[in-house]
């Protein structure tokens, strides 16, 4: 029971950055890359919608959890780049 307590936390802070990084993608001018990180960040919310709401066991939250970090750090690294790294 108190493991679960931060399994629910992990989810929180991972839906936290994920909205964060949302809203940034969102203020964006540049059309081509903002459809492009949308895109990214649409692929990642189905899965972070089961760490939320569905039971899974441990070892999937894991990888679940590991996969969204990846991800959501990849696009806050391509929202930050230069336009010369996308090409």
């Known amino acids: 029971m108190f493991f679960g307590l931060f399994?629910?936390?992990?989810?929180?802070?991972?839906?936290r950055r994920y909205d964060r990084l949302?809203?940034?993608?969102?203020?964006?001018?540049?059309?081509?890359?903002k459809i492009?990180?949308?895109r990214a960040l649409d692929q990642m919310e189905p899965t972070l919608l089961?760490?939320?709401?569905q039971p899974v066991s441990l070892m999937e939250k894991r990888?679940?959890?590991?996969y969204l970090n990846t991800g959501i750090g990849n696009i806050g690294d391509m929202l930050h780049a230069r336009k010369e790294v996308l090409k």
């Open 7 to 15: 399994m629910r936390n992990d989810a929180y802070v991972i839906r």
């Open 22 to 33: 949302r809203e940034a993608v969102d203020k964006m001018r540049d059309k081509n890359k």
């Open 36 to 38: 492009y990180l949308l």
């Open 50 to 53: 089961m760490i939320e709401e």
């Open 63 to 66: 990888r679940m959890i590991r």
